[in-house]
């Protein structure tokens, strides 16, 4: 069982920036692929960045590639989501997922936390 614990959210200018952070509870967490998804109002679920167990690979959606940076550090289990160059269209509430396998991580997890909003005002 992994509990995910999102922080970091809030509400910032178009072209500002954010950290995320997710917080895993229990002692497998490097044994979990991580996840960063994201659900604007009235959309679907998607998929914003992903991990490697290890940290070695990296997926982003097209629509963060260069402004949005996954990192993950093993020892304090915790992952985060760094954000730049803030848009408008990143508002949603963005949720950490963990799971054993890191393809999945495009559309379902294992674990989910409770969510975050970001808010971009332009």
């Known amino acids: 069982q992994v509990q995910l614990v999102e922080s970091g959210g809030g509400l910032v200018q178009a072209g500002g920036s954010l950290r995320l952070s997710c917080a895993a509870s229990?002692?497998?967490?490097?044994?979990?692929?991580m996840g960063w998804f994201r659900q604007a109002s009235g959309r679907e679920r998607e998929s914003v960045a992903r991990i490697s167990s290890s940290g070695g690979r990296t997926y982003y959606a097209d629509s963060v590639k260069g402004r949005f940076t996954i990192s993950r550090d093993n020892a304090k289990n915790t992952v985060y989501l760094q954000m730049i160059s803030l848009k408008p269209e990143d508002t949603a509430v963005y949720y950490c997922a963990a799971d054993g396998i890191l393809g999945r991580l495009v559309t379902k997890a294992d674990y989910w936390g409770q969510g975050t909003q970001v808010t971009v005002s332009s």
């Open positions: 229990g002692r497998t967490f490097s044994s979990y692929a």
